[in-house]
């Protein structure tokens, strides 16, 4: 069971290039969550999906785009890589969403962005 | 607002000694409050979670928290620390209400284990 894998581990981007972090579950949950990860600031939700076919935003949205076409995939798309985006990204799932706020989120190992 | 402050950025303790790690949240109702530990260069695990049950919480490796409403506190605790305890620690709170399965991050607590 591998749990939330994250793809790539690591990038070095151009600024304005487009980018896309690939995050694939297989515990079948409905919720799954992308943040990002900067000193000091602990995680910051950037996107989110309660099932699939469904988006919504989070605290940081600008600049990112999400899509969740089935179940298990989130991916997330820097549209214009910026050098603000330059951060670690972890993608998240949880089982429920709206049915109980103490659902457990399982995280990936992240995704170390550098955007020059 | 909703918030999570975590009072301590770093705490440093020796192997064998007590760890604590304080974490205050606001909040105009009850929320789930969890605590994740990250590793280097890992993703978040968690540790242990209150959803409103017994106040004293129970969870991996040693460690557990205490809700305290009147403090609004939760903080983390184990008695005896080891050295594959130094990480980063989070204090996390979720929003609830309509809002549920978004979570509040704490700013983080670096635990540094000396030997």
């Known amino acids: 069971i591998a749990g939330i894998t994250q793809a790539p581990t690591s990038q070095i981007l151009a600024a304005g290039r487009r980018m896309t972090l690939r995050c694939t579950q297989d515990?079948?949950?409905?919720?799954m969550y992308w943040y990002r990860q900067d000193l000091g600031l602990g995680l910051r939700l950037i996107h989110y999906?309660?099932?699939?076919?469904?988006?919504g935003k989070g605290e940081v949205p600008d600049g990112y785009s999400v899509s969740r076409a089935n179940t298990d995939d989130f991916p997330l798309t820097l549209a214009s890589a910026v050098p603000s985006q330059t951060s670690v990204y972890f993608c998240?799932?949880?089982?429920?969403?709206?049915?109980?706020?103490?659902?457990?989120?399982?995280f990936g190992p992240g995704t170390r962005l550098t955007v020059l | 607002a909703q918030s999570v402050t975590q009072l301590d950025s770093h705490v440093s303790v020796s192997e064998g000694t007590p760890v604590l790690l304080r974490c205050n949240y606001s909040s105009s109702y009850s929320p789930s409050l969890f605590w994740y530990v990250q590793h280097p260069n890992k993703g978040l695990q968690l540790l242990l979670k209150y959803t409103s049950a017994a106040t004293l919480v129970k969870g991996i490796n040693g460690f557990e928290a205490e809700f305290k409403k009147s403090e609004t506190s939760f903080h983390l605790t184990k008695p005896s620390a080891h050295m594959s305890d130094a990480a980063e620690y989070f204090c996390?709170?979720?929003?609830?209400?309509?809002?549920?399965?978004?979570?509040?991050f704490g700013q983080g607590t670096t635990l540094q284990v000396k030997p």
């Open positions: 998240a799932s949880s089982r429920t969403w709206g049915r109980s706020e103490r659902d457990e989120q399982f």
């Open positions: 999906s309660n099932t699939a076919g469904t988006t």
């Open positions: 515990m079948r949950h409905n919720a």
């Open positions: 996390v709170a979720s929003r609830g209400s309509s809002n549920t399965g978004k979570l509040i």
